[in-house]
């Protein structure tokens, strides 16, 4: 199982410095730094020149650091330019709808990496499907390029596409991120996104049950806007304390059985057979890979002190 856990990603705009300065204290697995759409048009070339500065700033808490680029080609090449330097660990580019994109996308990050002394293949895609042009795509656009490593839906520019108004219980997102989902599992890529609104950051009850259908249907982590909804991601995406002492007695106790000679057991009152038990192993894996994750984030925190 790839250890890298991205539970949380918080998004702020990178032309804001208090929020860039406090953004290490937030907790959040991810940070992203934003050039799109929280920075008007007037403030993006000044915001371009903040990015560089802002990569160790922001990350300084172990939180993994992101830039959201412009999909516009007017803009691309100078965010990309602004971006790929030490500190950052991934480029996430909006509103992507076909393979063309994304491996120029991958073309014009290589030849940056290259310029600059990076390590070639160190800086990978996050992807945001915003579109059902994107969506149905979104097989091949998977398959476009070995760095991308999530692909996320983004709800509020979906919705716009499809003309509706963002409901309280997503209902207008279930078949887009449901595809998503599967598509993502099949090419061994993390999906992320919520079943309802990015913007609930005031109604935290609301914004954790889009969090929690999110996950129920396979998602693996979501992006917010707030500091408030960091805590909220961190816990949805996590498997719950109670299910983790549950996952560790179904293994001890199924691999006590095989050594018995039988490949079904019977745990709290539940027969346990081969699926039920490579269940509890992933759920193990992912917990173990949280702890890493919130170490490194301690760790980090620790040495500013």
């Known amino acids: 199982m790839d250890i890298q856990i991205r539970r949380s990603t918080l998004i702020l705009p990178v032309n804001i410095p208090r929020f860039v300065e406090k953004a290490y204290l937030r907790g959040a697995d991810a940070i992203m730094l934003d050039l799109e759409d929280a920075v008007p048009a007037k403030e993006k070339e000044n915001a371009r020149k903040l990015i560089k500065d802002s990569l160790s700033l922001s990350g300084r808490g172990g939180a993994k650091v992101f830039v959201r680029?412009?999909?516009d080609p007017a803009l691309l090449p100078q965010d990309l330019r602004a971006s790929v330097y030490p500190g950052l660990k991934g480029i996430a580019f909006p509103k992507a709808e076909t393979t063309e994109e994304v491996q120029n996308l991958e073309a014009k990050v290589a030849q940056l990496e290259e310029e600059r002394g990076l390590k070639c293949g160190s800086t990978e895609l996050a992807l945001l499907i915003e579109s059902p042009r994107g969506l149905l795509n979104l097989r091949e656009i998977a398959a476009a390029s070995g760095r991308?490593?999530?692909?996320?839906?983004?709800?509020?520019?979906?919705?716009?596409?499809?003309?509706?108004?963002?409901?309280?219980?997503?209902?207008e997102l279930h078949y887009a991120l449901s595809k998503l989902v599967t598509i993502c599992k099949a090419q061994g890529i993390k999906p992320m996104g919520l079943l309802g609104s990015i913007g609930e950051f005031r109604d935290l009850e609301r914004f954790e049950g889009a969090a929690s259908r999110a996950q129920q249907l396979g998602c693996e982590g979501a992006s917010c806007i707030h500091p408030d909804q960091v805590g909220v991601l961190n816990r949805v995406f996590s498997p719950d304390p109670a299910q983790v002492e549950y996952a560790r007695r179904v293994v001890e106790t199924f691999e006590k059985g095989l050594n018995d000679g039988t490949a079904s057991v019977n745990v709290d009152g539940q027969m346990v057979d081969i699926p039920g038990y490579n269940r509890a192993c992933l759920i193990l894996k992912r917990a173990e890979a949280i702890a890493v994750v919130e170490r490194r984030k301690s760790d980090a925190l620790a040495r500013l002190r």
Do not use: R
Request: hydrophobic share 35%; net charge negative.
């Open 148 to 171: 991308v490593k999530t692909i996320s839906l983004g709800p509020e520019d979906y919705c716009l596409e499809l003309g509706v108004i963002p409901s309280g219980d997503g209902l």
């Open 69 to 71: 680029v412009n999909k």
